[in-house]
DNA sequence: TGAAAGCATACTAGTATTATAGACTTTATT
DNA sequence: AATAAAGTCTATAATACTAGTATGCTTTCA
């Protein structure tokens, strides 16, 4: 049930970004201060953030002075939809994928109980990674901080 | 957020041999009989089931007439234990996992959103997966055969 | 015009996955 | 006692995936 370090690096650059949006008009960040701020190889970073542009959860400015930003605001992107693009479906056998459905080798699907469990387990991780935005991440996030600074 | 071949089997052969231990005492099932009624390469399945007898889910008879049994009642068995012992911690990374504790590159654990998250995906998997017996999964089937019999 | 930044691909070393093969041990049957 | 059936154990192989590196290209600003 793993997570790939690409798909960890993607979503921490991602909350680095709805972090910054917070602060300034556009949020723009150059690849080289997330991998620095979060210790993560800068060349595989790079294509990491190409990938998420590409399915256009990103935006950039190339040249001088550029950098990333997030194409829409950050309740408006959810952890599920960062995830699909860099790790692929959610669920964790094809038989009960939305996105990647693929028949299994069971006699019956309908009456095939690992489906049924595996079914629960692909529900529990959407509701989760789809109903969690980026800015709900950065919000409980400083509701943390608040409190540890009490 | 995958489950790997080798634990989709295995999955499904414990769930075969609780059926099976519904049926007849002991519920003994020759590798054979799973792999065909299944699917599943022979040789292969062979490693997994080992893998989890020496993991104490199930007992075996050598010999002719020999096979595969569970060790406990299904009731006992959680799907949770199988998936840990063919594919490891149930966490998504390792900054979460209960039994296989890894710091991750963030600065600050205490703070970082994207653990908080993982810990939320961590404890749904774990209430299903550990939380759903044989028995039930078994049951479940029962109940759904019922329904496409009416 | 040159440096800074992203764009795009190609490549690679290591590891994991999904098996397959073969020799060995135990047990029941004849 | 011999044979065949069944699990045990270890090695090997083919393939894919992971996590990165490298290299050259294009765009933009000063």
Redesign the pocket.
């Known amino acids: 049930m793993?997570l790939?370090?690409?798909?960890?690096?993607g979503l921490r650059a991602m909350i680095i970004l709805a972090e910054a949006q917070k602060k300034n008009p556009l949020g723009?960040?150059?690849?080289?201060?997330i991998s620095q701020q979060d210790q993560?190889?800068?060349?595989?970073l790079?294509?990491i953030?190409?990938a998420l542009?590409?399915a256009g959860l990103?935006?950039?400015?190339?040249?001088?002075?550029?950098?990333?930003y997030l194409s829409k605001q950050p309740d408006q992107i959810s952890l599920g939809q960062i995830v699909r693009v860099l790790?692929?479906p959610l669920a964790p056998v094809n038989c009960v994928s939305q996105m990647a459905y693929e028949p299994c080798g069971c006699p019956d699907e309908n009456t095939c109980g690992l489906r049924m469990v595996m079914g629960d387990v692909r529900n529990a991780i959407s509701e989760i990674l789809d109903g969690t935005t980026l800015a709900m991440v950065t919000d409980r996030v400083e509701a943390q901080i608040m409190k540890g600074d009490s």
């Open positions: 793993r790939s370090k690409r798909g960890e690096y723009m960040v150059q690849i080289k201060e993560i190889p800068a060349k595989f790079e294509q953030l190409l542009k590409n990103l935006h950039s400015k190339m040249g001088v002075g550029g950098g990333y790790d692929g």
